[in-house]
């Protein structure tokens, strides 16, 4: 079954306490990004990444890190996290043509406290 | 830059009611529209998309026209149950900005009631 798989679902963390969301998807794409959704702002683009070590910052990527040494896989990292940073987060990813829709994987909910 | 603005929720509709949801977009170029639904607990997932002007896209029911002239893509269903309860995306993707940058809406949650 195609598929983008994130984990963990639910993390509840303390400030300044380093964690990473793991993403993993199995379609061959190219293209995969990370979002966050908050109440009345939508999804917001953190970073993104057009192949294997090709990665830029989109809309709001303070305080994220990103890589992309294989293809499937493109975690998330935020090396010092901030309550500010507590969001619902989403990976994406598409294929390469401009009308390739995006597969999201069920989202990471994490708490900052 | 590019923006997606999308009518404010929540949208609450009786079973079978006639469903409108508003889309309008500010890209230059020619993007490609798409709109996504978010069952809760769930990531988004494509509902219909449409790459030009005057397409139609359409799916499960649902139903959105392209309309350049007057850069809109409103959603709309004849006759909506109670599982199409959900948040309902619009978004735009593959202007001269390239097929990366997507720009989402805020967001319509619909609510139908039996």
């Known amino acids: 079954e195609a598929q983008v798989t994130q984990n963990p679902r639910y993390l509840i963390t303390v400030t300044g306490k380093k964690l990473t969301v793991t993403c993993s998807q199995n379609m061959n794409h190219e293209y995969m990004s990370w979002y966050r959704q908050d109440p009345g702002l939508g999804l917001r683009q953190i970073y993104y990444?057009?192949?294997?070590?090709?990665?830029d910052k989109g809309d709001v990527p303070e305080g994220y890190k990103v890589s992309r040494k294989e293809k499937r896989n493109f975690p998330l990292i935020l090396e010092s996290p901030s309550p500010n940073q507590t969001s619902l987060y989403f990976c994406a990813s598409s294929g390469t043509a401009n009308n390739s829709p995006l597969h999201f994987g069920n989202g990471t909910r994490l708490t900052v406290t | 830059g590019n923006s997606v603005t999308q009518m404010e929720g929540p949208v609450t509709l009786s079973e079978e009611a006639f469903l409108t949801i508003n889309c309008t977009y500010t890209?230059?170029?020619?993007?490609?529209l798409f709109w996504y639904v978010q069952y809760p607990g769930e990531g988004l997932q494509l509902l219909l998309k449409?790459?030009?002007?005057?397409d139609k896209g359409s799916n499960k029911g649902f139903e959105a026209t392209y309309r350049k002239e007057t850069t809109s893509f409103h959603l709309e269903k004849g006759s909506v149950q109670v599982s199409d309860s959900a948040v309902y995306f619009c978004a735009l993707s593959g202007d001269s900005g390239g097929y990366q940058k997507v720009t989402f809406g805020t967001g319509t949650k619909l609510q139908v009631i039996p």
């Open positions: 449409a790459t030009k002007a005057d």
């Open positions: 990444s057009m192949n294997v070590e090709v990665t």
């Open positions: 890209a230059t170029g020619y993007p490609s």
